[in-house]
């Protein structure tokens, strides 16, 4: 049974960094590509990161690009979302996802974890 666990949520003000984990157990991470996606209240789930099978490639949604890093370590079976210069608007519920059926992309992720809070304060 494959599990995600997500943890490094919290609050933080404006400008700081976290680190977010996604701990993966019942398969090996090179079986699948990895997703972080967020959902603020009120809004729907938006993707926010992805990494391929390979770990060779990366995928950012504009609004994190030279901000937010997707990351990986194969030996701790973990994913990782370094958030820097973080906004406000960064607030939102986390997800990590875990893809099987395709190397690479934004959608058809078929494992999902239970999210971590992330809030910003201005």
């Known amino acids: 049974q494959v599990q995600l666990v997500e943890s490094g949520g919290g609050l933080v003000q404006a400008g700081d960094s976290l680190r977010l984990s996604c701990a993966v157990s019942g398969r090996t991470l090179s079986s699948f590509s990895m997703g972080w996606f967020r959902q603020a209240p009120g809004k729907e789930r938006e993707f926010v990161a992805a990494i391929s099978r390979s770990g060779f490639n990366t995928d950012y949604a504009d609004f994190v690009k030279g901000r937010f890093t997707i990351s990986r370590d194969l030996a701790k079976n973990t994913v990782y979302l370094r958030m820097n210069s973080l906004k406000p608007e960064d607030t939102a519920v986390y997800y990590c996802?875990?893809?099987?059926?395709?190397?690479?992309?934004?959608?058809?992720?078929?494992?999902w974890g239970q999210g971590t809070q992330v809030t910003v304060s201005s």
């Open positions: 996802a875990a893809n099987s059926r395709i190397d690479f992309g934004r959608s058809g992720f078929n494992y």
